[in-house]
């Protein structure tokens, strides 16, 4: 049984900067696409940003160029690197496998306000 943990939200001022954190455990993990997710108050989840087992990766239109998706397999782990924050991506932020989506971790929650 696979098991996602994410850490690393928080409040940050619009133009800041965070690192989330997705802790895998339960199978393995080097063999697994990842990509993380967020869902705003009101609205659908969304996919941000997917990377393969092998490094490469994809981004939603709305974080290119601010957003980094990358991974640790050594430690299980996957983080999103989040630049020139803004209002918008105010939501709550899960990892999960896109090719074969798990059950849910509790997500970390960001807000982005002055």
């Known amino acids: 049984q696979v098991e996602l943990v994410e850490s690393g939200g928080g409040l940050v001022q619009p133009g800041g900067s965070l690192r989330l954190s997705c802790a895998a455990s339960?199978?393995?993990?080097?063999?697994?696409?990842m990509g993380w997710y967020r869902q705003a108050p009101g609205k659908q989840r969304e996919r941000v940003a997917t990377i393969t087992s092998g490094g490469s990766t994809t981004y939603a239109d709305s974080v290119k160029g601010r957003f980094t998706i990358s991974r640790d397999n050594a430690q299980n782990t996957v983080y999103l690197q989040m630049n020139s924050l803004k209002p918008e991506a105010t939501a709550v932020y899960y990892c999960n496998m896109p090719c074969a989506l798990v059950s849910w971790g509790p997500g970390t929650p960001v807000t982005v306000s002055s």
């Open positions: 339960g199978r393995i993990f080097s063999n697994d696409g």
